[in-house]
C-alpha cells in the first residue's frame, strides 16, 4: 500500500544502500589473495584515508591527490602491498581530478563488478592484497581505449632511479 510511511521507509532504504553496500564489500567476490591481514593489521599499518579506500571501497575527493599531477618516470605501487600497478609510461591527463592510466602493468590488477551506485562499474583491485584502487572505464585514449582511474591514496609512487 502507497502511504507516507511506506514512501518514508523505501526513501530512507534508498538513501542508506550505498553506505550499506560499502561497509559489507571488504572481499566482494569472497577471493583469496595472497596477502591477507585481520581488520585491526590493517588499520594499525594504513593511514585513516587509505584504510577507507583500499579496505572499505572509498573515494578521495577528486583534485586531493598529488599523484593526480605527478608525471615524472616510475612506478606506481598498491599503497597496502608495495605491488607495481602502473607504469608512469601510460599515465595521462584524464582531466578528472584522479590519476589515470590506460594500462596496468602485467598480472598487477585484478577486476570485479561494483553496483554501489546502482548501475554497474568495474572495479579495480589490488591483485596481491585486494585493495580497492578504483574503477576502469571505456573513455580512455589509444591504444586501449580504457580509463584506469585509480585513487592516489591507493597508490605510492616510487621515482625510477636517475642514470
Same mark, same amino acid.
Given at each position: 500500500?502507497?502511504?507516507r /510511511?511506506n514512501?518514508?521507509?523505501?526513501?530512507?532504504?534508498?538513501a542508506? !544502500?550505498?553506505? +550499506?553496500?560499502?561497509?559489507?564489500?571488504?572481499?566482494? !567476490?569472497?577471493?583469496?589473495f #595472497?596477502?591477507?591481514?585481520?581488520?585491526?593489521?590493517? /588499520?594499525? #599499518?594504513?593511514?585513516? +584515508?587509505?584504510?577507507?579506500?583500499?579496505?572499505?571501497?572509498?573515494?578521495?575527493?577528486?583534485?586531493?591527490?598529488?599523484?593526480?599531477?605527478?608525471?615524472?618516470?616510475g612506478?606506481?605501487?598498491?599503497?597496502?602491498?608495495?605491488?607495481?600497478? $602502473?607504469?608512469s #609510461?601510460?599515465?595521462?591527463?584524464?582531466?578528472? *581530478?584522479?590519476?589515470? $592510466?590506460?594500462?596496468?602493468?602485467?598480472?598487477?590488477?585484478?577486476?570485479?563488478?561494483?553496483?554501489e551506485?546502482?548501475?554497474?562499474?568495474?572495479?579495480?583491485?589490488?591483485?596481491?592484497?585486494g585493495?580497492?584502487? *578504483?574503477?576502469? $572505464?571505456?573513455?580512455?585514449?589509444?591504444?586501449?581505449?580504457?580509463?584506469?582511474?585509480?585513487?592516489?591514496? !591507493?597508490?605510492? $609512487?616510487?621515482?625510477?632511479?636517475?642514470?
Amino acid at each position: 500500500m502507497l502511504n507516507r /510511511r511506506n514512501l518514508t521507509l523505501a526513501g530512507l532504504a534508498l538513501a542508506l !544502500a550505498p553506505a +550499506a553496500l560499502r561497509r559489507s564489500r571488504a572481499n566482494p !567476490a569472497g577471493q583469496k589473495f #595472497e596477502i591477507t591481514k585481520t581488520d585491526a593489521q590493517w /588499520r594499525s #599499518e594504513l593511514t585513516p +584515508a587509505q584504510y577507507d579506500v583500499l579496505r572499505k571501497h572509498g573515494t578521495e575527493r577528486p583534485g586531493s591527490s598529488p599523484l593526480d599531477k605527478t608525471y615524472a618516470p616510475g612506478e606506481y605501487r598498491c599503497a597496502g602491498c608495495g605491488l607495481p600497478l $602502473f607504469s608512469s #609510461e601510460t599515465k595521462y591527463d584524464s582531466r578528472t *581530478g584522479w590519476p589515470s $592510466f590506460y594500462a596496468p602493468l602485467d598480472n598487477a590488477v585484478g577486476s570485479s563488478t561494483d553496483y554501489e551506485l546502482i548501475y554497474p562499474r568495474t572495479e579495480i583491485h589490488c591483485r596481491r592484497c585486494g585493495g580497492h584502487l *578504483g574503477h576502469v $572505464f571505456d573513455d580512455g585514449p589509444p591504444p586501449t581505449g580504457k580509463r584506469y582511474c585509480m585513487n592516489g591514496i !591507493a597508490l605510492t $609512487f616510487i621515482p625510477k632511479p636517475a642514470p
